[in-house]
């Protein structure tokens, strides 16, 4: 039997992302307003339709660029002042997950840098970076007075998915680094495990493990003082992309 396409419902694909940084001292998650519908007027993950010329990698690194302004992290470059770690998620398919047809989406996570106040674009009306445990909250997510809501389609899901992916990975590789600018402390690194795991870490403890791993902190020779108090040594990201031993997750 001849392969006859229209014997299958169409369907769509999306990309949504993860975007994931920590500001103040919390793990912070991209949440946009979404400005059409539908879930008009509700806060949901940036992501978009998979373009007819475009693979998965080259759609998720658009919206990353459109709705952020940042390039995939180059390994071969050691240091970027605006790129990001992008590494697909998960892929999710339940038929009912978006009320306009038949979609699929392909998650990506995206960790990187502090980074500015976001400006909205394509069909969001706002957008804003929120610390995860208020968008992961069981009534969704508000601002100031307005009332909270869930987040759009199987968001919700999505972000939780994407926030213990990062927390399990910067137990065994070098991971957590993407959050750090190109150069920076042991103090400013011991900041994103705790904001990322949600936990208190000893310092002394901490910055014997670090800089006692092979290849995962390289000195660059500098110091600063932006942290306050006395001189602070500053670090890159080495070579290494997993670490032995581990740095394994307290118990909470």
């Known amino acids: 039997m001849p392969y006859d396409p229209s014997a299958f419902p169409p369907f769509a694909v999306t990309v949504d992302l993860v975007v994931l940084t920590v500001r103040r001292h919390a793990l912070c998650a991209l949440a946009v307003r979404r400005g059409e519908p539908p879930f008009q007027g509700r806060w949901a993950l940036p992501g978009g339709f998979v373009r007819a010329d475009e693979d998965l990698a080259q759609a998720a690194e658009r919206e990353l660029a459109e709705e952020t302004g940042l390039r995939v992290h180059d390994p071969s470059v050691p240091a970027q002042d605006n790129g990001a770690h992008l590494e697909q998620l998960a892929t999710y398919g339940d038929p009912k997950r978006d009320p306009r047809m038949r979609v699929v989406s392909?998650?990506?996570?995206?960790?990187?840098?502090?980074?500015?106040?976001?400006?909205?674009?394509?069909?969001?009306?706002?957008?804003?970076?929120?610390?995860?445990?208020?968008?992961?909250?069981?009534?969704?997510?508000?601002?100031?007075?307005?009332?909270?809501?869930?987040?759009?389609?199987?968001?919700a899901l999505i972000l939780a998915d994407g926030v213990e992916r990062a927390r399990s990975k910067i137990e065994y590789s070098s991971l957590a680094t993407a959050f750090c600018p190109p150069e920076f402390t042991v103090g400013e690194l011991r900041r994103v495990y705790e904001a990322v795991w949600g936990v208190a870490l000893d310092p002394r403890n901490?910055?014997?493990?670090?800089t006692g791993t092979p290849g995962f902190l390289v000195p660059t020779g500098g110091t600063t003082t932006r942290q306050g108090g006395r001189p602070a040594q500053l670090f890159r990201a080495g070579g290494a992309t997993l670490l032995n031993p581990p740095m394994l997750r307290p118990e909470v």
Request: hydrophobic share 40%; proline share 11%; net charge negative.
């Open 106 to 155: 392909v998650a990506h996570l995206a960790l990187a840098p502090d980074l500015p106040a976001p400006r909205a674009g394509g069909d969001a009306s706002n957008a804003r970076w929120a610390p995860v445990e208020e968008l992961l909250q069981q009534g969704g997510y508000g601002r100031d007075t307005e009332p909270a809501a869930p987040l759009a389609f199987d968001h």
């Open 206 to 210: 901490f910055h014997r493990k670090v």
